[in-house]
């Protein structure tokens, strides 16, 4: 070991990985823990892809077609509000083994669904893994990166997200090559199971305790072995005579979160998490069936175009990752709303004679926007914003503020494409980055810069 330092407090543990280097050990560890979003995306868009296969399958009304996609969305309400809460409560790394449980046994059981009711039962377990997984993911890359990278860090979760959207199409496009038609959706969605269950391997194997979190809740020993095993230091605990032995776990409730000195950054949080989630929903989870109103109807343009369109997602979110730390994320989420907002407006000016290249790239700009501004700075904002005591829930919270976002864009989208068509559709969703856009403008919070674990003033114990 290379160096020796001396720990006293929980607040000297997250003072030593807020200025500490990056180790071999702490990195693979946020990999690993990306590694879940990772399949979340995946799991998330997977259905999209074979979206005309399953309606046919089924025989699906709209209305029924959009429950199975929003049924997801609920199940991940749940899991996001209860994950962000046991989080906090139990730990990070029991979270981090059991949510991939449920997404492994729910991929299977939606791919080998054999009616609507099964699919719904098993896309809802799908939902509460992936709403468990997030909460817990975002906290562990926050508890193990200095605070220098935090924010960037933090922010590779939105490349992860499009990177897996991506391979939606590239695991669909050898089985539909080889003519497996019809199942074309059982295939994209049991695939889900596979990196689901490698993740979880890496994690049993690799993954410790989040360190902030044990120094809290656990002991001080506890956390300098953590620290001892990620960093390659020697620890020596010094902890004050007045609290000897394990930390007392507090009683956890959801109200923190709305406390006075946390209450104007958690109503800008759900706003981003709504908002982006309705305008992503509505458009990046369709981008399959986008592609084939832009370039034509035959299947391979729906996993091609999709592809495509991803590919701007990817480098809308590589740009924010440079530069999350000189911006900030509330700039970058302005950024990314005026974007938007530019893209559907000029979509609804161009009219239906628009030319297919013109619209492919308002619709490629619109998902480059998304994604490096709040389709990324919502989770962002709501991993930094609070301390580790109350993280799991602040986070969990804007996880569930990104479910109702997609549970009203999954519904949205179909319908209104069915009632007023796509070109009015498209200027009527504008009004919700808009809103975004100025709360945005109105709230003055920005976490890049801050560790809340040593500005703010937060009790440790609770009444």
Avoid at 111 to 128: E, I, K, P, T
Avoid at 363 to 375: K, L, V, W
């Amino acid at each position: 070991m290379n160096a020796e330092i001396v720990i006293r407090s929980a607040r000297d543990v997250s003072r030593f990985i807020d200025e500490h280097p990056a180790s071999r050990t702490s990195l693979m560890i946020v990999f690993i823990a990306l590694g879940g979003v990772f399949v979340d995306a995946y799991d998330f868009t997977s259905l999209g892809i074979g979206v005309v296969q399953l309606k046919n399958n089924f025989h699906l009304t709209p209305f029924e077609l959009g429950s199975v996609t929003a049924t997801m969305a609920f199940g991940a309400f749940v899991g996001a509000l209860w994950g962000g809460y046991f989080t906090d409560k139990v730990g990070r790394l029991k979270m981090f083994l059991l949510d991939l449980l449920f997404l492994v046994a729910a991929a299977i059981g939606a791919a080998v669904s054999v009616n609507l009711v099964m699919l719904l039962a098993f896309r809802f377990l799908m939902g509460v893994g992936v709403g468990l997984d997030f909460p817990v993911a975002l906290s562990f890359i926050a508890e193990f990166v200095a605070e220098r990278r935090k924010g960037s860090n933090v922010n590779l979760w939105q490349m992860m997200w499009y990177i897996a959207a991506s391979c939606t199409g590239l695991v669909v496009l050898p089985f539909y090559l080889a003519g497996v038609g019809g199942d074309l959706w059982r295939v994209a969605v049991g695939f889900g199971a596979v990196p689901a269950a490698i993740i979880l391997l890496l994690r049993l194997r690799f993954m410790n305790e989040s360190a902030p979190w044990a120094a809290r809740y656990v002991s001080l020993a506890e956390a300098g072995r953590i620290l001892e095993r990620t960093y390659g230091v020697r620890v020596t605990v010094e902890a004050p005579a007045a609290s000897p032995g394990p930390v007392k776990k507090p009683r956890l409730n959801f109200t923190k979160i709305f406390a006075p000195e946390y209450r104007m950054r958690t109503i800008l949080v759900s706003i981003i998490c709504a908002t982006q989630s309705v305008e992503y929903f509505a458009v990046g989870f369709n981008l399959p069936t986008i592609s084939t109103r832009l370039f034509g109807t035959n299947f391979i343009y729906a996993i091609l175009g999709a592809i495509l369109f991803n590919l701007f997602g990817i480098a809308g979110a590589g740009v924010a990752i440079k530069v999350t730390q000189q911006l900030g994320v509330r700039r970058i989420a302005i950024l990314g709303y005026a974007i938007v907002i530019a893209s559907l407006v000029f979509l609804y000016l161009g009219g239906p004679d628009l030319p297919t290249s013109i619209a492919g790239l308002l619709i490629g700009m619109f998902i480059f926007g998304h994604s490096f501004g709040p389709g990324a700075q919502g989770m962002t904002m709501a991993t930094l914003s609070y301390p580790t005591a109350i993280r799991g829930v602040g986070t969990g919270w804007g996880q569930s503020m990104v479910r109702v976002g997609s549970i009203c864009g999954f519904y949205f989208f179909p319908l209104l494409v069915a009632a007023i068509g796509f070109r009015t559709m498209m200027l009527l969703l504008a009004l919700v980055p808009l809103f975004g856009l100025l709360a945005a403008l109105l709230i003055h919070w920005e976490p890049i810069g801050q560790d809340p674990d040593i500005s703010d003033e937060l009790s440790l114990s609770t009444g």
